[in-house]
């Protein structure tokens, strides 16, 4: 593991400001600043009053106006004029407000990413107009086929909740919210409670943490609601017939929340399958049989939640011979997964993470996800100790667990595929 | 003036050096970086394939990676590097290919060996090109599905017609069922040689050590004897008058690309360039997404479109509608052409300036991605290389050359546009081209 002997990241400096805003910052070199702010207001909080879609189209409209720059034009002229580059989006549990700058523009920067987490104007006509692109751009994703595919391995996994809406059920929803649906999400969701902000910079960490501290102290509390946890589906097979050259699938189990005794191991297991070059279905589906040029195999987790899942474009008459090839590697991992497979695994996820230090960014956003995620911030040093300690046996162990015939979902988007036909694909 | 600005902005300047075997080295020392990034380049991309050949740069550059003189195959090659962390790819453009390699700085000698491995020993057998040609016709199948790249490929053979700039880099299927191994090595032969080759090279390490590495790396590196290969030629494509439509049957959502040719790299003024393409369409601050996107809701996603290439580039500016407001998008995107022909407020080419200052900054930070970029200035033919040179042209920038350049780029006669989506009215999307007219040129 000779990844581990390259100079690490040094550790943060973590603390909890007298309002409750949990503040990490993070050294860096190089000539820019990150901040990242992350509040647990993604839509898997849509419930009781929140109306579906509120966490999305809140998300898209922070940074459309804030108290001191009251239109998104404003703002990109103030934030833009500095060398700064800025952006918002929700998740399924969470939704994060990042903003980069060169580091002697620091304090101003700061002061405008506070504002767009905490004092979005919603301006009437600014919702109304990002109310109908955002529907609009999520029709446009509908009936694109790689996208299809993946809405419908969505609802195949989660029917009932926020996480498994369909591209068109969201158009559908984002279209009915009022600036009121808004403005109420964010009075919950955005408090200081369950905050959480991290900043990296190449400036001494004490006096960039004090300015933070400084400036967050008029955050307001806010009263966060509890999630909705997702309830998995029944159904095993969907379909979409549409036209393209390729047909478009996606195969994928439900898994675990960030933070749960099985995440990291899960997260092995993906590289080993579907991770670089050297995984499993890249030198089988594509190397040795020709069936696609990318495939690969992502556990994407967070604090409620979490789904294993492979994705990629064949050719529609391969349907079947790629589905069954895929099958067979998971199948064979759990039997199979070998320590230099694992040992591999481990060094491209630690060195890949090693190497984006290089990015001030990086551990602004890990860090400040980790805290509304996992409750603290998880070093590099705690990341190679978790990956040290797990083995060619472990990942078999959660491989046999997770990926079980009757766990799997099948979804596929493509020329003349119907449901019937990928039912007798699926498994068990 | 450089040595301010490198001070202002913390960073290394680059140099360069010429190893025995004739192949070129720039190299930029990054204190404190964790990876080591290397690129490899070849001064040669589609634009200078036969059309028989289509396609055929971008399938060697698949082809070196399933196998070469030191690992028998695709596997141990990336089992070498993954096995240590680090990660490796390639991509070719219309006048070069890179392969790139990163690793953590303790692993910098296969750093170095990985993209010499693929480059100077490939095997390229003719099981190798049976395996990969299936693998290089489904990366085609996902080009078609694309609305974007469709657009893309669109405009290409509307702004050069007639051209080899106007080929797909992908190449076509037809085109590639035909390819041998034999033509593959002649193609590698030829062009594949040390004076067509640089290396790119960023990490904290010295000149003297990367030279060192990278001598040992490539070896005795000698051009290869075969037989010559064909000229380039250019695909058979008609101009078809101002707008190219990709019909994608069942799409929601028509994607939008307007350019104008603009020369050769080396003629191109690139700080004004970069100014001109992010006060039109990079950012939030910029005219189209500002008020084409955020105001009058005209276009879903919007901005700058600049392809420069070693002999030719395109600028312009991209967005996607709803198809039933494909017109008016069309019309509101004229409306910014019209408006960047005009002096930029002051305000506005503050904000371009500073925005793209940070661009600079954020492209200059990941060894891998600084390799990248000096591969591909030293392969644009530049003398100087680095971000100090690129802040430098930023600084003498002044309103006055952006309005002339647009007025330039923009003439009415030199743009086209290409469409992909949905089935549209052609006579629309052309009439609403006429309302950008003729502007009226600056005086010098």
């Known amino acids: 593991m000779s990844v581990v002997a390259t100079p690490r990241p040094a550790a943060p400096l973590t603390r909890t400001a007298s309002n409750g805003l949990r503040l990490v910052a993070s050294p860096c070199s190089g000539g820019l600043a990150t901040i990242a702010i992350v509040l647990p207001a993604g839509t898997l909080y849509e419930v009781g009053d929140a109306r579906p879609g509120a966490a999305h189209l809140l998300a898209r409209l922070l940074t459309q106006g804030t108290h001191t720059f009251p239109t998104a034009e404003a703002l990109a002229m103030h934030l833009e004029t500095l060398g700064g580059a800025y952006s918002a989006g929700a998740e399924h549990d969470l939704t994060s407000v990042v903003v980069s700058v060169p580091a002697t523009e620091l304090p101003s920067a700061l002061a405008a990413a506070i504002e767009i987490a905490t004092q979005p104007t919603l301006a009437e006509r600014s919702v109304r107009l990002e109310r109908r692109r955002f529907s609009g751009q999520l029709r446009g994703a509908a009936a694109v086929p790689a996208a299809r595919a993946g809405d419908l391995a969505d609802k195949l996994l989660w029917p009932d909740s926020p996480e498994g809406w369909t591209s068109l059920e969201l158009a559908r929803a984002v279209s009915r919210l009022q600036r009121s649906d808004l403005e109420s999400f964010h009075a919950a969701q955005f408090g200081v409670s369950g905050a959480a902000l991290a900043i990296a910079t190449p400036t001494p960490l004490q006096q960039a943490l004090a300015s933070v501290e400084a400036a967050t102290a008029r955050w307001p509390a806010g009263a966060p609601r509890s999630p909705v946890i997702p309830a998995l589906g029944q159904e095993r097979a969907a379909a979409a017939a549409m036209a393209a050259d390729l047909a478009y699938l996606v195969l994928a189990a439900p898994a675990v929340r960030r933070g749960h005794p099985d995440s990291d191991a899960l997260n092995l297991l993906s590289i080993v399958l579907g991770g670089g070059a050297t995984s499993r279905l890249f030198v089988e589906v594509r190397e040795k049989r020709g069936l696609c040029y990318g495939i690969g195999c992502r556990l994407a987790g967070h604090s409620l939640g979490g789904t294993l899942r492979i994705d990629a474009g064949v050719p529609p008459d391969h349907l079947k011979e790629a589905v069954d090839a895929i099958i067979e590697q998971i199948q064979d991992v759990a039997a199979t997964a070998s320590d230099q497979e694992v040992d591999k695994a481990r060094a491209m996820l630690l060195g890949h993470l090693a190497m984006e230090s290089d990015r001030p960014e990086t551990w602004a956003r890990r860090y400040s996800r980790d805290i509304v995620q996992l409750g603290r911030p998880r070093t590099f040093q705690e990341i190679v100790a978790i990956y040290q300690a797990l083995d060619a046996a472990r990942v078999r162990q959660v491989a046999g667990a997770y990926f079980t015939p009757d766990k799997l979902r099948l979804s596929v988007a493509g020329p003349a595929v119907t449901r019937r036909q990928v039912r007798g694909l699926v498994p068990g | ?444």
């Not at chain 2, 392969?99 to 010499?116: D, F, G, K």
């Not at chain 2, 350019?259 to 100014?275: E, N, S």
């Open chain 2, 1 to 444: 003036m450089a040595t301010e600005l490198a001070v202002a902005e913390g960073l290394p300047e680059p140099q360069t050096a010429t190893l025995p075997c004739g192949l070129r080295v720039v190299h930029m020392r990054i204190p404190g970086a964790v990876a080591i990034g290397a690129s490899l380049g070849i001064d040669v991309g589609s634009a200078d394939e036969p059309d028989e050949w289509a396609g055929i740069s971008h399938f060697l550059e698949h082809l070196v990676f399933r196998g070469t003189r030191a690992y028998a195959d695709s596997l141990a090659i990336g089992q070498a590097i993954e096995a240590v962390g680090g990660d490796f790819n390639a991509f070719t453009g219309k006048s070069y290919t890179q392969y790139i390699c990163s690793a953590p700085l303790e692993h910098r000698e296969l750093v170095m060996q990985i993209p010499a491995e693929l480059v100077v020993r490939p095997a390229l057998r003719q099981q190798d090109v049976e395996d990969e040609r299936p693998v290089v016709i489904r990366e085609i199948g996902l080009e078609e599905d694309s609305a974007g790249r469709r657009a893309s490929r669109a405009l290409e053979q509307g702004v050069w017609p007639g051209s080899t700039m106007a080929r797909s880099i992908i190449g076509r299927p037809d085109a590639l069922r035909a390819v041998t191994a034999k033509e593959v090595r002649r193609y590698w032969a030829a062009h594949y040689v040390p004076a067509k080759a640089t290396l790119g090279l960023a990490g904290d390490l010295s000149l003297e050590e990367a030279l060192e590495l990278a001598g040992k790396a490539v070896g005795n590196w000698h051009p290869a004897s075969a037989p010559p290969i064909p000229a380039p030629s250019a695909p058979a494509f008609q101009s078809n008058g101002l707008v190219r439509v990709e019909t994608m049957e069942g799409r929601q959502e028509t994607v939008l690309a307007l350019g104008a040719p603009v020369g050769a790299w080396r003629d191109i003024d690139h700080g004004a360039t970069a100014v001109l393409a992010t006060l039109a369409g990079d950012g939030e601050g910029s005219l189209t997404v500002r008020s084409l996107v955020r105001k009058q809701g005209l276009l879903l996603n919007g901005g700058a479109l600049a392809w420069l290439n070693r002999d030719a580039g395109v600028l312009g500016l991209t967005g996607s509608a709803r198809p039933d407001g494909a017109v008016a998008a069309v019309e509101g995107i004229a409306s910014v052409i019209r408006q960047l022909q005009q002096a930029p407020a002051g305000e506005d080419f503050r904000r371009a300036v500073g925005y793209a200052r940070g661009e600079i900054l954020r492209q200059w930070l990941r060894p891998l991605d600084v390799a990248i970029q000096l591969c591909h200035q030293a392969l644009m033919g530049d003398t100087e290389y680095g971000p100090l040179r690129d802040l430098h042209e930023l600084a003498a920038v002044t309103p006055e050359q952006i309005q002339r350049l647009a007025q330039n780029v923009f003439a009415p006669e030199r743009l086209r546009l290409a469409v992909a989506g949905p089935a549209m009215d052609v006579a629309r999307l052309e009439q609403a081209l006429t309302t950008i007219p003729a502007p009226k040129r600056a005086r010098r």
